[in-house]
């Protein structure tokens, strides 16, 4: 037993933080051995210092260890390791900038700063010999970067599907399930603590991409800028489109795809996205997160669990500090520095879901299949469920597997051409 602890600072004690602080006092005697040497928190960093915590159980004295001032964990010799859960983009840089350089880890929950600072971030610990571990950042509880990293370190990943935005999986559900409008089921989701009260970047699917280049600079051993992941929001979504989807058998979830070409290049993109109700990721509901991926050895594999909340994420940031701990490697600069070769999302080719509102006058559907026709976009089925003559009305069309730019111009020039009355939905569909 080593008589030195290994010692923590922290910075944040919000949801995250508080659940940390649970974690290790609830996992104290595990932890000690399978360690061999105590973890002590040492300093916490928060905003407010004089705010009263009483949720932290077993830390009687939690305000002797608090101060708002990071800078005292920052440049304290005796702390091992940063961990970061404020959150934020350009305070976190220099706290872990500045931790790496001061001979310390850092365990982070925060994919903002690492999409968006990440390869400044690598680089550096790899300059320090210093290690970041970031397990809470993508899909919180579920350990995928573990897996990518270790568990699956055979494999070359061929490709990955994931839902990995619970605001948007909350929403989702309770449109699909309670038949709920798009604000409406937002309302409730800020309500419930699901979304932040404002949702842009999470409805947007700028969170959703922050993962999915965490999880492609992995996957392809290059550095992902977020601008490499291309991205469309729920907000158009509408209550009817789930009850026509259903009908066509499949579910309406937020989706981050990686899938590598023949080529070599890779698709890397996060939209709304039609799947088959069979599939993995249309059962995860509310906050769960699903990831779905193809490795050359081990064929395709799933993996659910919460993407969101204090325990669930803590339990990601309790494992790395462990890791951490014991000295271990991986984590420390699994991204190299060159971006991989891209397919652009135009030449994507996929089925997919439109809506278009039309007048039920004699003749639209001919015209809208010839539209299509005439732009080299073949329909696979055309529904008009709700027929009433004069009356403004849903049709529903599926096409072939197209090209996504020769659909998205197509869409454009129909807009232009009157033929549709108010917009229209359009979502691509998972083969
Ligand atoms: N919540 C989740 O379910 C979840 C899941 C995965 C990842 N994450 C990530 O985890 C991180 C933390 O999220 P959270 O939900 O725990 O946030 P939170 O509840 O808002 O807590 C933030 C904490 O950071 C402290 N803080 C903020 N700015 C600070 C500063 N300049 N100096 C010192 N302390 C500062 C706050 O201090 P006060 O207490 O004094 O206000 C608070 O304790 C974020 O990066 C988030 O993206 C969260």
């Not at 933080?17 to 916490?44: D, M």
């Not at 970031?134 to 970067?145: L, R």
């Not at 559900?173 to 409730?188: I, P, S, V």
């Not at 732009?375 to 055309?382: D, G």
Request: with cysteine; glycine share 10%; charged share 25%.
């Amino acid at each position: 037993m080593n008589e030195q602890p290994y010692r923590l600072g922290m910075i944040g004690l919000g949801t995250v933080g508080s659940g940390v602080l649970e974690l290790l006092h609830r996992r104290e005697s595990t932890l000690v051995r399978r360690l061999g040497r105590a973890i002590e928190v040492k300093k916490i960093a928060v905003r407010d210092t004089s705010r009263s915590r009483p949720y932290l159980s077993g830390f009687g004295e939690i305000s002797d260890l608090l101060t708002d001032n990071p800078d005292e964990i920052l440049e304290d010799p005796e702390i091992d390791l940063l961990v970061e859960v404020a959150g934020g983009v350009d305070e976190p840089r220099k706290w872990i900038l500045k931790a790496l350089e001061n001979g310390k880890d850092v365990v982070t929950a925060n994919k903002a700063v690492l999409a968006v600072h990440g390869k400044d971030i690598f680089q550096t610990a790899l300059s320090q010999n210093q290690r970041v571990f970031y397990e809470a950042s993508v899909a919180a509880a579920i350990p995928i970067i573990e897996m990518l990293q270790n568990g699956l370190i055979a494999n070359g990943i061929t490709s990955l599907s994931a839902i990995l935005n619970g605001t948007c999986n909350f929403i989702l559900t309770q449109m699909e399930e309670e038949g709920l409008d798009y604000e409406t089921a937002l309302k409730l989701a800020q309500e419930k603590g699901f979304a932040e009260a404002d949702p842009t970047l999470d409805v947007s699917g700028g969170d959703a991409a922050h993962k999915l280049a965490l999880l492609a600079g992995i996957i392809t051993g290059s550095h992902v800028p977020i601008e490499c992941i291309y991205s469309e929001g729920i907000q158009e979504i509408t209550s009817s489109d789930f009850t026509f989807a259903r009908d066509l058998g499949y579910a309406i979830k937020m989706v981050g795809t990686l899938k590598q070409h023949g080529t070599g290049a890779w698709e890397m993109r996060v939209h709304p996205t039609l799947v088959p109700e069979n599939d993995l990721l249309a059962q995860a509901r509310d906050e769960y997160n699903a990831v779905s991926l193809v490795g050359d050895a081990v064929g395709r594999m799933s993996v659910m669990g919460k993407g969101a909340g204090s325990l669930p994420t803590a339990s990601s940031i309790v494992a790395d500090v462990l890791r951490a701990s014991r000295g271990e490697r991986e984590g420390g600069n699994p991204h190299g520095l060159n971006v991989p070769e891209l397919v652009p999302v135009g030449d994507v080719e996929l089925p997919h879901y439109i809506r278009l509102e039309v007048k039920d006058n004699p003749g639209v559907l001919g015209r809208i299949t010839s539209f299509f026709g005439m732009h080299n976009i073949s329909i696979r089925s055309i529904n008009q469920p709700e027929a009433q003559m004069g009356h403004t009305v849903p049709v529903i069309i599926i096409t072939h597997t197209c090209k996504d730019k020769i659909l998205t111009d197509g869409l454009e020039e129909l807009k232009k051409a009157g033929l549709v009355e108010q917009g229209f939905t359009h979502i691509r569909i998972q083969e």
